[in-house]
T-cell receptor, first 113, second 115 residues
Framework: GQQVMQIPQYQHVQEGEDFTTYCNSSTTLSNIQWYKQRPGGHPVFLIQLVKSGEVKKQKRLTFQFGEAKKNSSLHITATQTTDVGTYFCAGVYYGGATNKLIFGTGTLLAVQP | DTEVTQTPKHLVMGMTNKKSLKCEQHMGHRAMYWYKQKAKKPPELMFVYSYEKLSINESVPSRFSPECPNSSLLNLHLHALQPEDSALYLC??????????????FGDGTRLSIL
């Protein structure tokens, strides 16, 4: 079936260091969304990428969608303790139900002050 | 604060009990979702309602029965659950039922434990 893999599964950084998580799909995606889930919380929508090669920035967060629309990345510059949580990418596939999100496996980010 | 409200926040039930999870949103969204999330795993889609009609059932066992009484409410009826059904159950909604370019808004979830 359709799977979206993320690496790494877990990342521990010192506050101020950068962080990147990568998301890979075996088949082409229609679009990809990113969510953040704090420990004990619920997923919160961060951004959506639709176009091939698209890059979007939100303050210290930079999101990219690959040229082939099969992969994506999230980069955080100068992490802060408030960045702690699990980051999920979630893809929508061509030919699938338009509102069916396939969540990636997630990357848990720990930030040491 | 979340605009999707789920009740109860916690639920402990025996395998022979019948209970219901409730979800409510007042954002005018026309698509609503149930997800199941086990610890340290991503949310897994269970059901999707579009314009109050069931549009996706991800081969969920019949002991889970969804219901959408109106455009603001979504229920999940539970009966004869198994211990492996213990998980966080998340409700979500999105604006457009037929458009994939819509973020999903999640509730805080119901943490369910089956004894």
């Amino acid at each position: 079936g359709q799977q979206v893999m993320q690496i790494p599964q877990y990342q521990h950084v010192q506050e101020g260091e950068d962080f990147t998580t990568y998301c890979n799909s075996s088949t082409t995606l229609s679009n990809i969304q990113w969510y953040k889930q704090r420990p004990g919380g619920h997923p919160v929508f961060l951004i959506q990428l639709v176009k091939s090669g698209e890059v979007k920035k939100q303050k210290r967060l930079t999101f990219q969608f690959g040229e082939a629309k099969k992969n994506s990345s999230l980069h955080i510059t100068a992490t802060q303790t408030t960045d702690v949580g699990t980051y999920f990418c979630a893809g929508v596939y061509y030919g699938g139900a338009t509102n069916k999100l396939i969540f990636g496996t997630g990357t848990l980010l720990a930030v040491q002050p | 604060d979340t605009e999707v409200t789920q009740t109860p926040k916690h639920l402990v039930m025996g395998m022979t009990n019948k209970k219901s999870l409730k979800c409510e949103q007042h954002m005018g969204h026309r698509a609503m979702y149930w997800y199941k999330q086990k610890a340290k795993k991503p949310p897994e889609l269970m059901f999707v309602y579009s314009y109050e009609k069931l549009s996706i059932n991800e081969s969920v066992p019949s002991r889970f029965s969804p219901e959408c009484p109106n455009s603001s409410l979504l229920n999940l009826h539970l009966h004869a659950l198994q211990p492996e059904d213990s998980a966080l159950y998340l409700c979500a909604s999105s604006q457009g039922a037929g458009n994939s370019n819509q973020p999903q808004h999640f509730g805080d979830g119901t943490r369910l434990s089956i004894l």
